[in-house]
C-alpha cells in the first residue's frame, strides 16, 4: 500500500475483507464521514475506535472486536496493520463493521479530535426520548434511526443527545453519560450500551479512589449535579456544562471531572493494546 505525504489529506476509505486475508478497497457514492459509509452498507454490527502511537495501538482492542459477532480476531488485526500503514505518523479513526449476512468491513478515517475549547470550556447537550432497539447491540440499524437528532444538534450548535426513558438520563447518542453528586461519581448501568471507554473510566476512577455508583440521572435532580461528562471511544472524556436549560454546576469543568481526565488519559496511555 502506497504512503501518502499527509495522512490528513486521506478521505475515508473502507475495505470489504476476505477470508483469503485479503481488503479490496470499495466505492462509495458518499465518503465523507464514516457514518455516510455506513448507511450506505446493509445493516449489522460495528464498533468504532481511534488509535494512539502512531495506529499501533487501540484502547480496549480486544472488547471492540467481541463487538463483531462472527469476527476472526486475528484476521482483523492482520488488517488493522496493514491498512493503517499510510496513516502514519498521526492517528486513525477506524470502525469495523459485520453485516447480518456476514460480510466484514473496515474504513478509516484521519483522526480529528474536538478542538481544545470542548475540553477546557465543556459542551452543551440536549436530552431526547430516542431510544435504543436493543441497548446493548451496537447496531448499525441506530445510525439511521438517528439521524435527524444528528442533523438538529448540529444546526443548534450542540455536542451531544442524551437519551431519556422513564425520566432518567441512560446514555449519550454516540456516548455514555456520567455525573457527579456529592463527590461520588455515577452512572446508569442496565438499558445502555456498555461503551468500551465507559469501563476504562470507571477503573481509572477506582484506582484514583473515587467512588463509583451505578444509577440514572432523573430529570428532576438535573439542579443538584455538581459536574457531569460523556464518554467515547474517539473523543474520551468531554466535560458537560449545561443540559437542555440547565446549568451543571458552577457552569465550568469541574475539579473531579479534570482529576478523572488525567487519570483516564495515563490508564489509557499504559494500557492500550498493540494492534
Not at 465550568?252 to 481526565?261: D, M, N, P
Request: with cysteine.
Amino acid at each position: 500500500m502506497e504512503n501518502v505525504k499527509a495522512y490528513n489529506e486521506l478521505m475515508v476509505k473502507t475495505w470489504e475483507l476476505t477470508t483469503e486475508d485479503r481488503a479490496e478497497e470499495m466505492p462509495f457514492a458518499d465518503s465523507s464521514s464514516l457514518d455516510a459509509v455506513t448507511k450506505q452498507l446493509p445493516e449489522g454490527y460495528y464498533s468504532t475506535f481511534r488509535t494512539f502511537d502512531n495506529c499501533t495501538r487501540v484502547v480496549g482492542l480486544s472488547a471492540h472486536l467481541r463487538r463483531l459477532p462472527n469476527a476472526d480476531a486475528s484476521l482483523l488485526r492482520r488488517s488493522l496493520r496493514r491498512l493503517l500503514e499510510p496513516y502514519r505518523p498521526g492517528e486513525a479513526r477506524v470502525r469495523l463493521m459485520e453485516t447480518r449476512q456476514g460480510q466484514f468491513y473496515i474504513s478509516i478515517e484521519p483522526l480529528k479530535l474536538p478542538p481544545p475549547e470542548v475540553y477546557e470550556r465543556g459542551v452543551r447537550v440536549e436530552t431526547v426520548t430516542l431510544q435504543r432497539t436493543n441497548p446493548r447491540e451496537k447496531s448499525t440499524a441506530f445510525i439511521g434511526a438517528s439521524e435527524a437528532e444528528r442533523k438538529k444538534i448540529a444546526r443548534l450548535g450542540l455536542f451531544e443527545a442524551l437519551l431519556v426513558r422513564n425520566g432518567r438520563i441512560l446514555e449519550g447518542m454516540t456516548s455514555n453519560f456520567f455525573y457527579v453528586r456529592d463527590g461520588i461519581l455515577y452512572t446508569a448501568r442496565r438499558g445502555i450500551l456498555l461503551g468500551v471507554t465507559r469501563r476504562m473510566v470507571i477503573r481509572a476512577a477506582r484506582g484514583a479512589g473515587v467512588e463509583v455508583r451505578y444509577q440514572p440521572l432523573k430529570l428532576d435532580q438535573l439542579p443538584a449535579v455538581k459536574e457531569a461528562f460523556i464518554t467515547s471511544s474517539s473523543r474520551g472524556i468531554v466535560p458537560v456544562v449545561q443540559i437542555d436549560d440547565v446549568t451543571v454546576g458552577e457552569g465550568r469543568v469541574g475539579a473531579l471531572t479534570k482529576q478523572l481526565s488525567a487519570a483516564y488519559e495515563a490508564y489509557v496511555r499504559k494500557r492500550a493494546e498493540t494492534i
